[in-house]
Every structure is written in structure tokens, then in C-alpha cells.
């Protein structure tokens, strides 16, 4: 198995870190929420209960009830599944592409490169948020549209960060010997191209991810992302902008989950950055 | 003794332009060099750094395509093979670098690394591709335990054995050794010098070896290239060059070498300036401008490699015009 990183400066610096170690925590937390939703609500997030609308927190409804009574708690545990799923799909999408077409690049160059960038730079300069827009208005507003549409739409940054660590590795004496060896363009690609640059793609797909998640609870809120009734973060908070003077919680608690996993993402990329970048091992 | 490896006024240019509008300049690292070596023969070039001799080596070695001239490997045209022949080609010309922290992958270990040339030709694989493994690093004197750990546990002379079991894998006929010694401790240097003599007699190697440390070509080399500015400008057995230099810039060169024995002890010839920028080579000879014996045809006729007596060498004192 290749290593990815100086494992035991990693670890040990790591494990020193204690925001990266909080990032981790929450994330963790969030894939188990996800995963044990069902078991966790209290309620069913789609059981509409006309005699409780728009509860304050209470011991029932610990985060209080909706405009058609469904109980809040709820409907955020389940909300984490939408938000997790969107967020690692698209960064999926976005990092194999970035991958491939930053690895092309900067390995072949030439006229295959000015084509990707050429690319790169034509998409970055369109605003991305309203090209979603302009998308999602022809598609069905799925789940699955969105993490395609966002997923397609991200991918410029990681291709362009693949691209610079091939420009500078590919010239690496290693890599020189592998060709003299003999060995083909896609062995030295994978294997001594890319396991070398893997640690600076992670850590732009977590970060990539954090982006993610606000872009689809952007989209949901707007209407255009997730559908009711199934529960998002996003769509929740529409329903909380129209009660905003009566019902504070309706938007505190899905904002707070938002809040809480961008910062999440955030710490745990940031830690592993600094963990696995030696040029920021100076201080010890 | 036959020939191994012959060039006919090989040549690199690389196009740079300065800025997207910007006047586009060429840097001629390799301007046209010839020179035949012979198997079994460690055939050095010398040259200060920016000379090209290291790119005249990636020409060689095919890791960098050549603007113009020929090349041949044991009768072979080395820039008229398709892919299966160049890959087949490869498995006997080997390198090593310079610096050993660059050479090896980092996230490869030592028994992929070495068994790498291996499985690319598909010669071994498994038990065997592992034993095959064990016997190359036992002959560059490192036990089998090494093939599990990874490059960053090896010091630097450690490494330089790892990658010289790596190209001796597949029984090359010749090495090109691109400054093998100079990232190394004196005293790790003579180490590899005596492993890559050892193995010469043993495997019947021919090097092709470029280095600006005189001594160890000195001591190494059977023929000497002298490289200024992309072109050879004398060449010789390594005992006529040590002995009688004849251009004026070998002269200076070997001037700069320190002799302990203060009897032997050269006057230092300084050359004025610095080395010319291979983007502006000057007229005629292109060592004139710092020549200490430069005369009156020497900025406007470019002298020739004439050979005389089995030394070459491009000098208008040498060889009147």
C-alpha cells in the first residue's frame, strides 16, 4: 500500500491539533447521524400534525415543530443524509474530474493543456452559483441533479491544483528514472505521479465538500435544490424565513447544522493540510 | 574494441519566449556534439555546470528529444525506433541521477522501486521478482531487509546503491552516471566509485559518466570530453588530458583542480567573467571572450574538432587555420 504520508509526523502532529481533532469529531458525528437516523428521530419527518404548529422548543419537540406541526428534530437528523450525500457526490464528481484533466495537463502539455485550461479559465469565469441556476431551471430539481450539476461545476480548482503538482513532479528525477525503465505514460501517472500529489487533492476535496454543502442548502432554499417534503437544511430554513418573527427556531436550528458541519469540513481539511504540509513543521 | 555509442552533431535548442508578446530567444544547451565511445569504456564529460552536459545526457537517453543530429546504440538509430523498440532499447541504457533524495519515489518501497524494471519488461514477478530483489541489493552491498522499508529511512550514499541496483536490474550495457557522486560525502564517494568499478569488471559495463569533479574522472575515466557552451571542445584519453591539456579553457579547467603536494602545485589560471548565456553564444570560437590566449582569428572563425594523434581538439593555436 502506498503511503500518503509521513504517517508518524502526521499522526503526531495531528493528534496535537486540537481544532483539526474537533473538525474530525463533528464529522464523524455527522456520518453517524446520517446513518442511524432512522433510530435517532424521535418522529417521522413527514408525519404532518395539525393540532401541534409551530411549537417552541418543549420536552415533546426539543427543537420545536414546523408550520404543518412535524417535529423539527426530526427532520434535521434526516436533513444530515441529504446534506452528506450531496456533499461527498459532487465533491466525487469534481475531484475525478479534476483529477483526470489536471493530471492530462500537466503530464502531457502541450496543445491538450492549453485546451483544459482554456476550459478551466471559461468556467471560472462564469459566475458559478447562477450557471447552477441556469441548469437546474431545465432539469428536474432532484437530489441527484443537484450533486451532477454541482459536481460539474466544481471541479475547476482541483483540476488546476492536479495540473501544478504534475508540472513540477513529472520533472522529479524518479519520475525520469521510471522513463528511462521503459515504463508507460499511465504507470508513471499513477503510480509515481499521483500518489505523490494526493495529499493536497484530499485536502482540497474536504474543503471542496464544505462548499458543497452550502451550495446545495443555498439551492434548497431557493427552492430550486431539494424538494419537499423530503427534509434539507435548506428547505427548512424557507420555511423558517416565512415565520422568522414567530418562530425563531424554525431557523436557529437548521442554520446552527449548517454552521456546525461547514466548520467541520473546514477544521479536518485545514488540520491535514498542516499536518502533511513539512514547509508549516517549522514550529517543532 | 567496438563502438557502443556514437553521435553526429547532436543538438537541444528550447524555445522561451519572454511574455505572451515578448521577443522569442533560443537557448542552444547542445550545439552540435560528436563523439564515439567504445564498450566497456567509461567515457567522461566534463564541463562547467550550464554547459549541457546534462542535457546531452537526456538526449542519449531519449527522456528529452533532440533538435537535430543523430545518435546510435550498438549500430541502432536511436531517434528512428517506434515505442516497442525504444522500450526494448531501454533495458540496456540505464541511469542514475545526481541527487539520490530525488531518484527514488518516496511512497515506493525499496523491493518496488528495485523490482520496478522488472516488472515492466516482465522478467520477473512474485517469490522470484523478490529474490531477484535480494540478489541485486546484495550486490550493491545492502541486506534484504531494506526492501521493506522506504527511501526516507536511507542515507544519501545508501540511496545511490538503492538506485544503482535499480539500473542494474536488467543487465544494461551502458550507465549514464549524470554527476553520480557530487551529492555525497567525500567519504561515501570513493565507496561508490569502487561499487560502480567492481561492477564494470564484473558485468562488462560500459559508462557514459558526466560530472565536473575532476579527480574522480581522473582517477575513473579512460576518455575524457571536454563540454563549454553546448560543443566539445577537446577530447581525449583521460591520461593525454591530465597530462598535456591543449585548449587553453581544459588548461584552466584542470588549473582549478587542488593538488595537495605543493611541489606539483599549477599556477591557477583565472578566466575573466562568467560563462557566456547559451542564448548568446559569441562569434567564432565561442571561448574567445574569456580565452587568456585568444588572437586575431579566434572571434571571427569557428575553429573545428580536428582530430590529431587520437586526441581531438577545437583550437586555433592547436590547429593553425
Redo the contacts between chains.
Keep these: 500500500m502506498?503511503?500518503?504520508f509521513?504517517q508518524s509526523v502526521f499522526w503526531q502532529r495531528f493528534s496535537h491539533n486540537r481544532l483539526a481533532l474537533s473538525g474530525a469529531a463533528i464529522i464523524l458525528a455527522l456520518i453517524l447521524v446520517a446513518l442511524l437516523a432512522p433510530f435517532l428521530a424521535p418522529y417521522d419527518p413527514a408525519v404532518i400534525d395539525r393540532a401541534h404548529i409551530l411549537e417552541g422548543p418543549n420536552l415533546k419537540h426539543w427543537f420545536g415543530t414546523d408550520d404543518l406541526g412535524r417535529d423539527l428534530l426530526s427532520r434535521i437528523l434526516y436533513g444530515t443524509q441529504i446534506s452528506l450525500l450531496v456533499g461527498c457526490l459532487a465533491v466525487g464528481i469534481s475531484t475525478l474530474i479534476g483529477i483526470l484533466l489536471g493530471a492530462v495537463a500537466g503530464y502531457y502539455g502541450g496543445w491538450i493543456d492549453r485546451l483544459v485550461m482554456w476550459g478551466v479559465n471559461t468556467m471560472l469565469a462564469i459566475p458559478t452559483f447562477f450557471l447552477i441556476l441556469a441548469v437546474i431551471a431545465f432539469l428536474d430539481p432532484s437530489i441527484w441533479n443537484i450533486m451532477a450539476v454541482i459536481g460539474f461545476t466544481s471541479w475547476m480548482g482541483l483540476t488546476r491544483l492536479v495540473r501544478a503538482e504534475f508540472l513540477s513532479l513529472k520533472e522529479?528525477?524518479?519520475v525520469?528514472?521510471?522513463?528511462?525503465?521503459?515504463?508507460?505514460d499511465r504507470?508513471i501517472i499513477f503510480?509515481?505521479v499521483l500518489?505523490?500529489s494526493l495529499a493536497p487533492v484530499i485536502v482540497s476535496a474536504i474543503l471542496g465538500v464544505a462548499a458543497a454543502v452550502l451550495v446545495e442548502s443555498s439551492l434548497s432554499f431557493l427552492g430550486i435544490g431539494v424538494q419537499p417534503p423530503t427534509p434539507s437544511w435548506g428547505n427548512i430554513l424557507t420555511a423558517g424565513k416565512a415565520n422568522i418573527e414567530i418562530a425563531w427556531w424554525l431557523s436557529v436550528f437548521p442554520g446552527l447544522a449548517i454552521l456546525v458541519t461547514v466548520l467541520g469540513y473546514n477544521l479536518l481539511g485545514d488540520g491535514i493540510r498542516d499536518a502533511s504540509d513539512p514547509r508549516l513543521w517549522s514550529g517543532r | 574494441m567496438p563502438e557502443l555509442l556514437r553521435t553526429e552533431a547532436l543538438a537541444k535548442h528550447f524555445d522561451s519566449t519572454a511574455g505572451l508578446f515578448g521577443p522569442k530567444t533560443v537557448v542552444r544547451a547542445v550545439d552540435g556534439v560528436s563523439f564515439s565511445m567504445q564498450k566497456g569504456e567509461v567515457f567522461a564529460v566534463v564541463g562547467e555546470s550550464g554547459c549541457g552536459k546534462s542535457t546531452l545526457a537526456r538526449v542519449i537517453l531519449r527522456l528529452t528529444e533532440a533538435t537535430a543530429g543523430k545518435a546510435w546504440f550498438d549500430g541502432v538509430d536511436l531517434f528512428g525506433l517506434n515505442r516497442a523498440e525504444l522500450k526494448a532499447l531501454r533495458r540496456r541504457m540505464q541511469v542514475i541521477f545526481q541527487d539520490p533524495f530525488a531518484s527514488l519515489n518516496p511512497r515506493m518501497r525499496i523491493l518496488d522501486a528495485v523490482g520496478e524494471p522488472l516488472v515492466i519488461h516482465k522478467e520477473a514477478s512474485g517469490p522470484e521478482l523478490r529474490q531477484r530483489v535480494y540478489s541485486l541489493l546484495e550486490r550493491v552491498g545492502l541486506p534484504n531487509s531494506a526492501a521493506e522499508r522506504y527511501p526516507h529511512e536511507f542515507s544519501g550514499g545508501q540511496r545511490q546503491r538503492i538506485c544503482i541496483a535499480r539500473a542494474m536490474a536488467l543487465e544494461p550495457d551502458l550507465i549514464v552516471a549524470d554527476e553520480p557522486l557530487s551529492a555525497l560525502d567525500v567519504s561515501i564517494q570513493a565507496q561508490v566509485i569502487n561499487l560502480l568499478d567492481d561492477l564494470r569488471k564484473q558485468h562488462h559495463l560500459s559508462y557514459l559518466l558526466i560530472s565536473h569533479d575532476l579527480h574522480v574522472v581522473q582517477h575513473f575515466a579512460d576518455r575524457v570530453a571536454v563540454m563549454y557552451l553546448g560543443v566539445i571542445v577537446e577530447e581525449g584519453t583521460a591520461e593525454d588530458i591530465f597530462n598535456a591539456p591543449l585548449h587553453p579553457y581544459t588548461e584552466a579547467l584542470l588549473s582549478a583542480v587542488p593538488e595537495p603536494d605543493p611541489e606539483k602545485r599549477r599556477h591557477r589560471i583565472v578566466l575573466p567573467g562568467d560563462v557566456p548565456s547559451p542564448t548568446q553564444i559569441p562569434s567564432g570560437c565561442r571561448f574567445h571572450p574569456r580565452c587568456p590566449k585568444s588572437f586575431e582569428p579566434c572571434d571571427k572563425v569557428v575553429p573545428g574538432l580536428i582530430e590529431n594523434q587520437g586526441r581531438r581538439t577545437a583550437c586555433h593555436l592547436v590547429n593553425p587555420v
Design positions: 502506498p503511503k500518503l509521513e522529479r528525477e524518479f525520469l528514472a521510471a522513463r528511462s525503465l521503459g515504463a508507460r504507470r503510480r509515481h500518489v505523490n
